[in-house]
């Protein structure tokens, strides 16, 4: 599987640059807050159209611009985990997953729900609502719902950043298995060096709007260190 | 006090219970439409739909005559398919209450639905849905409690509609004489006692629906 991103948009005042293709594994992308990164993410979703360029996934065509091709977000077969988790409140965890399983059997359905609920730690609250659970349970929940379509990308938008620090980590961990687990592409957005150094296999560098440099991880610091010289973190 | 002729209520729950059901399928898709699609015209089509809270009834009334009177189009189609004219029967009460409280669901619905965090339907769609399962399974129950509570106000809007029922449905006691109507009626004929108690079932009523609607409001999602 891979995605060959070239394309071009423009939000008010902000332009982004995009030309890269995702190597397997998990690729971060980093980069400082306002470079891009989930204007991105938007755009490979489908959520946002590319004002110029061509976006595909193997030879399926997301986006091309020259042939006015613009394939809806429903038909792409991706997962998605953004910075909220977007469950349903009304639904109950197993609905709010199942919903997401394209199968047309029931029971392929159910036994696909509780298989995803289990690897990702809910089992216990499969029958709570969203509301009763915590932050970093319906982030597991938002995972779980990402990965119900057998996705042949996943894409994560910032998804632990509302979280404390130990459930970060705990998730982090969980979502590195979960990759591995697919075999499929993930494209992982963070400004967090932290997290840079836990999830990358690759490093997909945002800067200004520009997204086009693959690099690992020593690299993406030392650039970032030049960029950001003041910030303790990196 | 006269011994109280009950049909006025039976024929106003009728009739309002009937142009509620045309106003919340009318009113919710018109209100998914017009807070979920961009189309050329949304903006006329919106303060169209208004008109009937700032128009007088009457003259809200005397259009709808207009519109399915005898020497109409709709009011030829109707007589063509029914064999009796349209105007002048509880059916035409039923449009005009409709008609009338159309716009308290529409604009009542389209808030609800344009308040929902667009979030929930993005990731609905990366999750595969799509079409009228995205309407029926994520928006609409989000907006639910605000969709409930337009359709409660213009069911209260239909039960004590006057001035548009009488121009289109006359005021035939028996055939077409509503609540509100009846306690006219009894006004004329210094029949205060029958109108107290006619006027206290509507007042009631509308006391009931929006004590709902202003808990609908404050446990809004």
Known sequence: MSLTVDARNRIGEFHLDARFTLPAGLTVLFGPSGAGKSRLLRLIAGLDRPLDGRIALDGTVFDEVTTKVHLPTHQRHIGMVFQQPYLLPHRTVESNVALAVRHDERVVRHARTRELLAKVGASDFTLRRPGQLSGGQNQRIALARALAGNPRLLLLDEPFNAL????????????RQLVD???????????????????????????????????DIAGALKRARINSPRDPLI | MNEIDWFPLLLSLRVAAIATLITTVVGVSGAYALARFRFPGRGLVEAIASLPIVLPPTVLGYYLLVSIGRNSPIGRSYEAVFGRQLVFTWQAAVLAAAVASLPYCLRTATAAIRAIDVGYEEAARVAGLNGTRLAFI????????????????AFARALGDFGTTIMVAGNIPGR????????????????????????????????????GVRRLERTAL
């Open chain 2, 138 to 153: 994520v928006t609409l129950p989000l907006a639910g409690r605000g969709i409930i509570a337009g359709i409660s106000l």
């Open chain 2, 176 to 211: 077409t004489q509503t609540m509100p109507l009846a306690v006219y009626d009894r006004v004329q004929a210094f029949d205060y006692a029958t109108a107290g108690v006619l006027s206290g079932v509507l007042l009631f009523v509308a006391v009931v629906v929006l004590l």
């Open chain 1, 181 to 215: 687990d697919s075999g499929r592409p993930a494209l992982f957005v963070t400004h967090d060096p932290d997290e840079l150094r836990d999830l990358a296999d690759n490093v997909l560098l945002a800067e200004h709007g520009v997204i086009d440099t693959i690099d």
């Open chain 1, 164 to 175: 404390d620090l130990p459930v970060r980590r705990q998730l982090r961990a969980l979502v």
